[in-house]
T-cell receptor, first 112, second 112 residues
């Protein structure tokens, strides 16, 4: 089946630092989504990407749909303590019953 | 108003029991899902319903039976609970099969 490799698995950074994480696949995706999950909550959609090469921002978050359609990147600038959580990438290929495939998550910890 | 709501939020029960988790969405979406999140936070799809009809049924034991009385509701019934069923179960919905998912807050099931 399709798999998404998300890295890094975890990050422990200082408040104010920028953060980068990425997701790669051996398959092509038509849509990339980035979610954030806080403790005790469900994943919340942050950014949706629909076109190869697309760069989209949401506040301090910026995500890019890789030109090969096999990867995506999420950057967080000037991190703050409330950025703590698990960030998931998810891809939709249009195959496999249009099932959304999730990466394994990047656990972000921010030290004030 | 909560968009995707699921009850109960916590469920502790003994092995062998039968339990249900309910989910309702008020977003007017056509498609609803059940995901299982294990202790390593990996999100795995279990079922997907579109307009009350089952469209995805991943390799889930037949002790798990979803029921969709209408397109705003998707309930999950689990028979003969086992220790390995302990996890957080998330309900989600999307406007269409290929759309972005909106998640509920999760139901943490603990089987003793």
């Amino acid at each position: 089946g399709q798999q998404l490799n998300q890295s890094p698995q975890s990050m422990f950074i200082q408040e104010g630092e920028d953060v980068s994480m990425n997701c790669t696949s051996s398959s092509i995706f038509n849509t990339w989504l980035w979610y954030k999950q806080e403790p005790g909550e469900g994943p919340v959609l942050l950014i949706a990407l629909y076109k190869a090469g697309e760069l989209t921002s949401n506040g301090r978050l910026t995500a890019q749909f890789g030109i090969t359609r096999k990867d995506s990147f999420l950057n967080i600038s000037a991190s703050i303590p409330s950025d703590v959580g698990i960030y998931f990438c998810a891809g939709l290929s249009g195959n496999a019953g249009n099932m959304l495939t999730f990466g394994g998550g990047t656990r972000l910890m921010v030290k004030p | 108003d909560t968009a995707v709501s699921q009850t109960p939020k916590y469920l502790v029960t003994q092995m062998g029991n039968d339990k249900s988790i309910k989910c309702e969405q008020n977003l007017g979406h056509d498609t609803m899902y059940w995901y299982k999140q294990d202790s390593k936070k990996f999100l795995k799809i279990m079922f997907s319903y579109n307009n009350k009809e089952l469209i995805i049924n991943e390799t889930v034991p037949n002790r798990f039976s979803p029921k969709s009385p209408d397109k705003a509701h998707l309930n999950l019934h689990i028979n003969s609970l086992e220790l390995g069923d302990s996890a957080v179960y998330f309900c989600a919905s999307s406007l269409r099969v290929t759309g972005e998912l909106f998640f509920g807050e999760g139901s943490r099931l603990t089987v003793l």
